[in-house]
């Protein structure tokens, strides 16, 4: 089992920055390939990044690319997700979650754990 705990989120104006942070316990955490997802209000739940386990390669959906930066610190149990030039359309709950599968790590349904999300708001 792995407890994960997002922070970060706020409220920023378009072109501003953040960093989210996600804190992870329990299990291994190199063990788990880490991604951030996102859900704005009436919508699907839609990939953001993802990163492997020794943070070697990364994996961005197409909205955030040039934008977004996903990262991890082993030695700190923590993931990262750089936002930089946000947009309003960014206003989201942002999720991080674990998976111990190798593939796939686009679809949210390969993922094992779950946060709680953070708010994040860009406004216009």
């Known amino acids: 089992q792995v407890q994960l705990v997002e922070s970060g989120g706020g409220l920023v104006q378009a072109g501003g920055s953040l960093r989210l942070s996600c804190a992870a316990s329990?299990?291994?955490?190199?063990?788990?390939?880490m991604g951030w997802f996102r859900q704005a209000p009436g919508k699907e739940r839609e990939f953001v990044a993802a990163?492997?386990?020794?943070?070697?390669?990364?994996y961005y959906a197409d909205s955030v690319k040039g934008r977004f930066t996903i990262s991890r610190d082993n030695a700190k149990n923590t993931v990262y997700l750089h936002m930089n030039s946000l947009k309003p359309e960014d206003t989201a709950v942002y999720y991080c979650?674990?998976?111990?599968?190798?593939?796939?790590?686009?679809?949210?349904?390969?993922?094992?754990?779950w946060g709680q999300g953070t708010q994040v708001t860009v406004s216009s």
């Open positions: 990163v492997t386990r020794s943070g070697g390669s990364t």
């Open positions: 979650a674990g998976t111990l599968g190798y593939t796939d790590y686009s679809k949210h349904v390969r993922y094992d754990y």
């Open positions: 329990g299990r291994t955490f190199s063990s788990y390939a």
